[in-house]
């Protein structure tokens, strides 16, 4: 069963992904951080996004996501709560890509990817006030990619590429 602070943790990602920003003030502190692997790649940053900025971004994560796959879905594995934090181990899967994803390429249309992602919630005064991930970036790249080392070279590129980052803010908003 659910604890009252992970269905919050669930109604303010899904708020969040769905472009609400109204869910900034309401869920999260003025001074949230939110920190993925994708996130450490951005130039002139410290690795991580900050406030309003960082619930823009999750939502263009989350667009760029279902703009290029039939299916994307996650499920909680394990989830630890202590005073002030949550831990999770979460599932996501991606399931028949429609069209090119990070720059890649020619995906075939069956294919399926799947990463174990590790988040970790902290709280403040009942809001969040940071939200860390960590996943196998390069194993999930290889899936993509098929282990086509040229195509994996091709999506860090993308990722890379501080223009693709801020015109997928920009088209999410």
């Not at 659910?2 to 502190?29: M, P």
């Not at 279902?66 to 996650?74: G, H, L, N, P």
């Not at 599932?91 to 990070?102: G, M, R, T």
Request: hydrophobic share 35%; proline share 3%.
């Amino acid at each position: 069963m659910k604890s009252q602070r992970s269905h919050f943790i669930d109604q303010a990602l899904r708020r969040a992904n769905d472009g609400d920003l109204s869910v900034f003030e309401e869920c999260f502190t003025h001074d949230f951080v939110f920190t993925l692997p994708e996130t450490k790649l951005i130039p002139n940053s410290d690795g991580s996004l900050h406030g309003i900025e960082a619930i823009k971004h999750m939502h263009a994560f989350e667009a760029g996501d279902k703009t290029c796959w039939s299916s994307v879905t996650r499920e909680i594995i394990t989830e630890i709560e202590t005073e002030d934090q949550t831990f999770r181990i979460m599932k996501w899967v991606a399931k028949n890509p429609y069209k090119p994803y990070i720059g890649i390429e020619n995906l075939p249309p069956d294919l399926e990817v799947i990463i174990n992602v590790f988040q970790l919630y902290t709280f403040r005064d009942g809001k969040i006030c940071s939200d860390f991930e960590a996943y196998d970036t390069m194993g999930y790249l290889m899936d993509i990619a098929q282990r086509d080392e040229e195509k994996v070279i091709k999506g860090i590129r993308t990722i890379l590429d501080h223009e693709t980052l801020a015109n997928m803010t920009k088209s999410a908003e």
